[in-house]
């Protein structure tokens, strides 16, 4: 009923690109804050991207900045990550998490109520 669904994910050599989206169902992302996660073979769930429509808009990991660009497209109700430039350490799960809230900011160690089944990201040459 309420649903997110992520896409995109693959494997991609060094330097290449790939986009995911997170598409919602059951309800719409508009006024929510949205997140990118990411967690890789033994290693803690880390924060990658967020969005939202209160300042301020967007936040990214140092580790990605330069790199990756966080977007929405309210039409389609959908998120998007482009992932420029991968490296090998980006090698990880990508799950899409939304707020309950609504006008919720772009923090990444907020609640989010609501995730996706995650996409793999695999960089390697």
């Known amino acids: 009923q309420l649903q997110l669904v992520e896409s995109g994910g693959g494997l991609v050599q060094p330097g290449g690109s790939l986009r995911l989206s997170c598409a919602a169902s059951?309800?719409?992302?508009?006024?929510?804050?949205i997140g990118w996660f990411r967690q890789a073979p033994g290693k803690e769930r880390e924060g990658v991207s967020c969005i939202s429509s209160v300042a301020p808009s967007t936040n990214y990991a140092d580790s990605v900045k330069g790199r990756f660009t966080i977007s929405r497209d309210n039409t389609k109700n959908t998120v998007y990550l482009q992932m420029n430039s991968l490296k090998p350490e980006d090698t990880a799960v990508y799950y899409c998490?939304?707020?309950?809230?609504?006008?919720?900011?772009?923090?990444?160690?907020?609640?989010?109520?609501?995730w996706g089944q995650g996409t793999q990201v695999t960089v390697s040459s």
């Open positions: 998490a939304a707020t309950e809230l609504l006008f919720a900011r772009c923090v990444l160690s907020q609640r989010y109520d609501y």
């Open positions: 059951g309800f719409t992302l508009n006024y929510r804050a």
